[in-house]
């Protein structure tokens, strides 16, 4: 989801400064990862990947790793007794799988720390692209941009950050800070926004 969502993350920096382009485009940018941090009590998912890591993980090496070194030690005593009912050769391609099997277990456990981290993170993901789908709808964004796709040299307006209007929108926690810095910049909008008073004709 968030691949599909951040492709336009692709397009050139050129895209923000062209006058034409953004007068028909309104561009907005977000990131997913301060926003799964706003979540109260979102700390606990670290805590859960690491007891997964040394419980789930690190036990499921240690039984694998047993496991391969007990096979090793009785093929090399008698291959025919090893594994009841395998031929010999069937026992060393067993050992081989198995060895190739602690041979990659790094890459092996990250990816099963990720599918977990998947898992965990799911109803955080669900709820932030549920809201920021109708942010997006009501506001009329037409362009999201992760925010590590700016450029350094551009500032882009506060209003434009989809990440605090997810909050809003979820009732998350914002710093003093930053609400005061939306209320003014909403302020200095709404008066932009005003139509210049008619100028009174002179009898």
């Given at each position: ?19 034409t382009?953004?007068?028909?485009t ?8 301060k926003?799964?941090k706003l979540?109260?009590?979102f ?9 997964f ?17 007990l ?11 090893a ?32 599918a ?17 789908q ?10 999201v ?28 926690p ?13 302020a ?16």
């Open positions: 989801m968030k691949k599909l969502l951040f492709a336009c993350m692709l397009l050139t920096t050129s895209l923000l400064f062209s006058n382009v953004v007068a028909q309104k561009i907005g940018y977000f990131n997913e990862d926003t799964f979540f109260p009590g700390h606990e998912v670290d805590s859960l990947l690491q007891v890591r040394e419980d789930s993980v690190g036990s499921e090496y240690e039984r694998r790793s047993a496991q391969y070194y096979l090793d030690s009785l093929n090399k005593k008698d291959c025919k007794t594994i009841p009912g395998k031929s010999c050769e069937e026992v060393v391609k067993e050992i081989e799988r198995q060895r190739a099997i602690l041979q990659n277990w790094l890459t092996i456990s990250q990816r099963m720390v990720g977990k981290e998947t898992t965990l993170l799911f109803p955080y993901r669900k709820k932030i692209y549920d809201a920021l109708e942010v997006l709808a009501e506001e009329k964004y037409t362009l941009l992760e925010t590590s796709a700016l450029s350094i040299f551009f500032t882009p307006p506060i209003l434009d950050n989809l990440m605090i209007r997810v909050a809003m929108k979820l009732q998350l914002l710093t003093n800070g930053t609400m005061a810095a939306w209320k003014a910049a909403e200095k909008a709404a008066k932009a926004a005003k139509p210049a008073p008619a100028a009174v004709k002179k009898k």
